[in-house]
């Protein structure tokens, strides 16, 4: 599994944009690199995805490094209730449409007021 | 927006007696899967399945766990004989399989072994 390296805390302050880092040097060409978050103890929440074109919806954008060796995930504007671990993954594809996430220590982003 | 539901929220068994834990995925979703997550740890991935199969399963997955989808909605996880060691909140997760698009997580079941 293709490992990824976060720093494990950020804070940021309400109303700026929130820059998250991620390395994946050991990506392989067709695998995806996966953002989500988890907010207190409730579930993992899907953020957004990417291969190699950099990508943007509604919660976020994502801009991932031409050798698709690092991504950063941006929140625009954080606000308060964007506190919370994210969590950087490089999804592993099973057979047949079935896959496996593998959740590492992610980065605990606190928004300050 | 569709969700994934999982019920109970909170869970508290006595050691050695069976639990099921049951999920409702996204209806039109086809790939199910469970993790579980102990206090402070990080969220660990259990078993994925498809077409009534266990697709792949964790070391973590051994015989006391069981998974199942009795009818056409819900998604059950059994645990026969509780340990201690399976006090942790348990995800259930599910996807469409398709285009890469996310798997989509229920908010959890907290299940505490006394």
């Known amino acids: 599994d293709a490992k990824t390296t976060q720093p494990p805390s950020m804070d940021c302050a309400e109303g700026r944009a929130a820059n998250l880092p991620c390395n994946h040097s050991?990506?392989?060409?067709?695998?995806?690199v996966y953002w989500y978050r988890q907010i207190h103890s409730q579930g993992p929440q899907y953020i957004i995805h990417g291969l190699k074109n950099n990508e943007t919806n509604e919660m976020a954008s994502l801009i991932i490094t031409e050798d698709r060796k690092s991504s950063t995930l941006i929140l625009p504007h954080a606000t308060l209730r964007d506190t919370a671990v994210y969590y950087c993954?490089?999804?592993?594809?099973?057979?047949?449409?079935?896959?496996?996430?593998?959740f590492g220590t992610g980065t605990r982003l606190t928004i300050i007021p | 927006e569709p969700e994934v539901t999982q019920t109970p929220s909170h869970q508290v068994t006595q050691m050695g007696q069976e639990v099921i834990l049951r999920c409702v995925p996204i209806s039109n979703h086809l790939y199910f899967y469970w993790y579980r997550q102990i206090l402070g740890q990080k969220v660990e991935f259990l078993v994925s399945f498809y077409n009534n199969e266990i697709s792949e399963k964790s070391e973590i997955f051994d015989d006391q766990f069981s998974v199942e989808r009795p009818d056409g909605s819900n998604f059950t996880l059994k645990i026969r004989s509780t340990k201690l060691e399976d006090s942790a909140m348990y995800f259930c997760a599910s996807s469409t399989g398709m285009d890469n698009q996310p798997q989509h997580f229920g908010d959890g079941t907290r299940l505490s072994i006394l």
């Open positions: 993954i490089v999804r592993v594809a099973l057979n047949f449409g079935n896959e496996k996430l593998t």
């Open positions: 050991t990506i392989s060409g067709n695998e995806y």
